[in-house]
């Protein structure tokens, strides 16, 4: 990331991962974290905390630059997932980037029964993708760019995990031109 690009961080624990990733990438606008439960927020500075549903952000047309989503897809159908894939694209500028990562079904039916169990919220069964089946909603979305990264979030215990990296690529006359 660059030091001038608008960050957009969305899920219940935004805040303090918006404040880490200005932190590191010595951000100069003032990062977003869209809450999307009830917790109170945290006493964070420097961070512009707004409440919203991921599928419905309250942001404007093309406002960030670089949007993350982590852990959040388990919990989302794919007709769910693929709305907040089509918002994401909506808020993020041109050529903007969203990074969304979570844990990834097995091939082992004894390890998915173990992530169905952690992961699961009051007896549901979370949604685990494989790359090609979140690529192709992302695609849907309107992202004609998608592909899988080797970031390796910290997570207990071990498992499979899938990180997306998609990007808008939409052209218009307003926009071709422009870096």
Same mark, same amino acid.
Do not use: C
């Given at each position: 990331m660059a030091?001038v690009?608008r960050?957009?961080v969305?899920g219940?624990d935004?805040?303090a991962?918006?404040?880490?990733i200005?932190d590191?990438a010595?951000?100069e606008?003032?990062?977003?974290?869209v809450l999307?439960?009830?917790?109170?927020?945290?006493?964070v500075? &420097?961070i512009g905390?707004?409440?919203g549903q991921?599928?419905?952000?309250?942001l404007e047309?093309g406002?960030?630059?670089?949007a993350v989503?982590?852990?959040q897809?388990? !919990?989302w159908d794919?007709?769910?997932?693929?709305r907040?894939?089509e918002?994401?694209?909506?808020?993020?500028? !041109?050529?903007?980037v969203?990074v969304l990562?979570?844990?990834?079904?097995?091939?082992?039916?004894?390890?998915n029964a173990v992530?169905s169990?952690?992961?699961?919220?009051n007896?549901?069964? #979370?949604y685990?993708r494989?790359? &090609?089946q979140?690529g192709?909603?992302?695609y849907?979305?309107?992202?004609?760019w998608?592909?899988?990264?080797?970031?390796?979030?910290?997570?207990?215990?071990p498992g499979?995990?899938l990180t997306v990296?998609?990007r808008k690529?939409?052209?218009? #006359?307003e926009n071709?031109?422009r &870096?």
């Amino acid at each position: 990331m660059a030091p001038v690009e608008r960050l957009l961080v969305v899920g219940p624990d935004s805040p303090a991962l918006a404040s880490l990733i200005a932190d590191v990438a010595e951000l100069e606008p003032t990062p977003i974290a869209v809450l999307t439960d009830g917790r109170a927020a945290p006493d964070v500075t &420097g961070i512009g905390v707004l409440r919203g549903q991921p599928h419905r952000l309250p942001l404007e047309d093309g406002q960030v630059d670089f949007a993350v989503v982590p852990h959040q897809l388990r !919990h989302w159908d794919d007709a769910l997932t693929l709305r907040v894939l089509e918002e994401l694209w909506r808020v993020l500028d !041109h050529n903007g980037v969203a990074v969304l990562w979570e844990v990834a079904p097995s091939k082992s039916a004894a390890v998915n029964a173990v992530w169905s169990s952690i992961l699961g919220r009051n007896g549901t069964r #979370p949604y685990l993708r494989t790359f &090609g089946q979140l690529g192709q909603l992302a695609y849907d979305a309107g992202f004609a760019w998608v592909q899988t990264l080797p970031l390796r979030p910290f997570l207990f215990p071990p498992g499979p995990r899938l990180t997306v990296l998609v990007r808008k690529e939409h052209y218009t #006359p307003e926009n071709v031109g422009r &870096g």
